[in-house]
Nanobody, 122 residues
């Protein structure tokens, strides 16, 4: 049974950094594109970043470009999200997801983690 488990969330001051990790089990990790999504209180879940199966291609939503970096280690079955220069508007629950396609749409992803809370104080 496929499982994704996020970690690394927490409380940080504006301008600070966090590194999220998402470990995968029960699936052939290298066959899946991986994505990060987030959901702020009272808002819909939104796309943050995605990375191709090999890690050779990445794509970000405009609001995080230049501040966030998605990467993966297929040998460790893990995808990462390095978040720098954090802003209060980055606050939310961050989810990793695995899918067959390198897409920004959540419906393109088949597997989801339980989420990790990121809170950025001003």
């Amino acid at each position: 049974q496929a499982q994704l488990v996020e970690s690394g969330g927490g409380l940080v001051q504006a301008g600070g950094s966090l590194r999220l990790s998402c470990g995968a089990s029960g699936l052939t990790f290298s066959r899946y594109a991986m994505g990060w999504f987030r959901q702020a209180p009272g808002k819909e879940r939104e796309f943050v970043a995605t990375i191709s199966r090999s890690g050779g291609s990445t794509y970000y939503t405009d609001s995080v470009k230049g501040r966030f970096t998605i990467s993966r280690d297929n040998a460790k079955n893990t995808v990462y999200l390095q978040m720098n220069s954090l802003k209060p508007e980055d606050t939310g629950v961050y989810y990793c997801a695995g899918g067959n396609s390198f897409y920004t749409l959540s419906r393109a992803y088949d597997y989801w983690g339980q989420g990790t809370q990121v809170t950025v104080s001003s």
